[in-house]
């Protein structure tokens, strides 16, 4: 089983800030996404990362997956409160099947 | 709105009894996959289905059982319930077998056992 550490665990920031979130394991990923869960909702696809060293960005999102594509980084610029949510990481390895990290929960105070 | 519909989205039980939790998949989808999500253990995988056929098998008791049918539509039974069961069950979509692990989810099952 793939194990995927994420950290930090909780993350309370003010309006403004920028942040970084991180998705580690030991293990090596043909493919990665990150996903945000709302309160009472399921999670919801934000990007997926297929190569080492690869960087995406959606808006004020950055993704960018490891060279050696075993870990991956969610940076937010400026977070404003309608970040806040769970931010989880999904790896692909030798099974297809998306092993999900425990996720980073991020609140942004207005 | 993803397009995958889950229902119930929440249901209140007590131990011992059986319940049934229903997915459509997002039209097209061939794939269904069920997660349980819990504070402890974060989302775990329990069992894929493509087409009809079980695919994939997580960390799935024995209590617990799915299928799909022939209009794709999935069900999860779980029996005996404990209170450990208490949960949120997700099901989510993807167009083949996930090759590139995007899926899509739904709202969720909320499942308390009492």
């Known amino acids: 089983t793939q194990l995927l550490e994420q950290s930090p665990q909780f993350l309370s920031i003010q309006e403004g800030e920028n942040l970084t979130v991180y998705c580690n394991s030991s293990?090596?990923?043909?493919?990665l996404q990150w996903y945000r869960q709302e309160p009472g909702e399921g999670p919801v696809l934000l990007v997926t990362?297929?190569?080492?060293?690869e960087v995406k960005k959606l808006k004020r999102l950055t993704f960018q997956f490891g060279d050696a594509r075993k870990d991956s980084s969610l940076h937010i610029t400026a977070a404003q409160p309608g970040d806040t949510g769970l931010y989880l990481c999904?790896?692909?390895?030798?099974?297809?099947?998306?092993?999900f990290g425990r996720g980073t929960s991020l609140i942004v105070h207005p | 709105d993803s397009g995958v519909t889950q229902t119930p989205k929440h249901l209140i039980t007590a131990t011992g009894q059986r319940v049934t939790l229903r997915c459509s998949p997002r039209?097209?989808?061939?794939?269904v996959y069920w997660y349980q999500q819990s504070l402890d253990q974060g989302l775990q995988f329990l069992i894929q289905?493509?087409?009809?056929?079980?695919?994939a098998k997580g960390n799935i008791l024995e209590r617990f059982s799915a299928q799909q049918f022939p209009d794709l539509h999935s069900e999860l039974n779980l029996s005996s319930l404990e209170l450990g069961d208490s949960a949120l069950y997700f099901c989510?979509?993807?167009?083949?077998?996930?090759?590139?692990?995007?899926?899509?989810f739904g709202e969720g099952s909320r499942l308390t056992v009492l």
């Open positions: 989510a979509s993807s167009v083949g077998d996930s090759y590139t692990g995007e899926l899509f």
């Open positions: 293990s090596v990923f043909s493919s």
């Open positions: 990362v297929v190569t080492g060293g």
């Open positions: 999904a790896g692909q390895g030798g099974s297809y099947i998306p092993t």
């Open positions: 039209s097209g989808d061939l794939s």
């Open positions: 289905y493509y087409n009809g056929e079980e695919r």
